[in-house]
Nanobody
Framework: QVQLVESGGGLVQAGGSLRLSCAASGRPFSRWAMGWFRQAPGKEREFVSAISWSGSSSTDSLKGRFTISRDNAKNTVYLQMNSLKPEDTAVYYC?????????????????WGQGTQVTVSS
């Protein structure tokens, strides 16, 4: 059984930073593509960033303040978020795709974490 557990969310003032972590267990992690998505109240789930098994990453152009990385030895993927804005407030989800190639489409991901709340105050 695959499990993805996010952590690192919380309340931060505008301009601050947070680092989200997603720990994966249950199956070999190193060959998966991993992604971060977010969903604000009343909005669709949207792509934030993704990273392939080899470390090649892509980030939504409107979220250039965010950096994704992974540590295959720790089965963990990270999302470093800098210069946070109130509009970044959302539940952030980690997702795993059991192929090495990334995608911006949430329907292409096979496993999801429970989400972690990020709230940015003005």
């Amino acid at each position: 059984q695959v499990q993805l557990v996010e952590s690192g969310g919380g309340l931060v003032q505008a301009g601050g930073s947070l680092r989200l972590s997603c720990a994966a267990s249950g199956r070999p992690f190193s060959r998966w593509a991993m992604g971060w998505f977010r969903q604000a109240p009343g909005k669709e789930r949207e792509f934030v960033s993704a990273i392939s098994w080899s470390g090649s990453s892509s980030t939504d152009s409107l979220k250039g303040r965010f950096t994704i990385s992974r540590d295959n030895a720790k089965n963990t993927v990270y999302l470093q978020m800098n210069s946070l804005k109130p509009e970044d407030t959302a539940v952030y989800y980690c997702a795993a795709r059991i192929v090495p190639v990334t995608s911006t489409n949430p329907d292409d991901y096979d496993y999801w974490g429970q989400g972690t709340q990020v709230t940015v105050s003005s």
